[in-house]
């Protein structure tokens, strides 16, 4: 059974070439544009990874982050931030809100997918 990453990303064309590299390398993708998107995922479904913006409509992935390891249901989902915001202070930032993983953007959607399969695997 394939594994399941929820893609929170407001921008449909990241969003969509996210999805693309995902369903390429064998994974099932679910997909929000904003927090109130991806908690509605997320009440239906519990995916295995999500991969998050930190620059959303409304609340920041950031802030989202933090809720959803809050939560006793979503606390143990790896979270990949992506996003184009590249400083020191910002990755520290990113990384201490819960993220298992930083990547700025633009990135390799070759790395990107390895990078998926190797926190996919470590928490197997």
């Given amino acids: 059974?394939?594994?399941?990453?929820?893609?929170?990303?407001?921008d449909p064309a990241v969003?969509?070439?996210?999805?693309f590299v995902l369903r390429q390398n064998d994974y099932e993708t679910l997909e929000a544009a904003d927090a109130e998107q991806a908690r509605a995922c997320l009440a239906e479904s519990v995916p295995d990874m999500i991969l998050m913006d930190w620059m959303l409509p409304g609340?920041?992935?950031v802030e989202l982050i933090r809720q959803l390891k809050q939560d006793g249901l979503t606390r143990d989902i790896p979270v990949v931030l992506l996003t184009a915001r590249g400083e020191e202070d910002d990755k520290v930032?990113?990384?201490e809100c819960g993220a298992e993983d930083y990547v700025?953007?633009?990135f390799s959607p070759r790395e990107l997918a390895a990078r998926i399969k190797v926190i996919?695997?470590?928490?197997a």
């Fill in 104 to 106: 700025t953007k633009p």
């Fill in 15 to 19: 969003r969509d070439m996210i999805g």
């Fill in 120 to 123: 996919l695997r470590r928490v």
């Fill in 59 to 61: 609340m920041s992935g």
């Fill in 1 to 10: 059974m394939p594994a399941k990453i929820l893609i929170v990303e407001d």
């Fill in 93 to 95: 930032r990113g990384l």
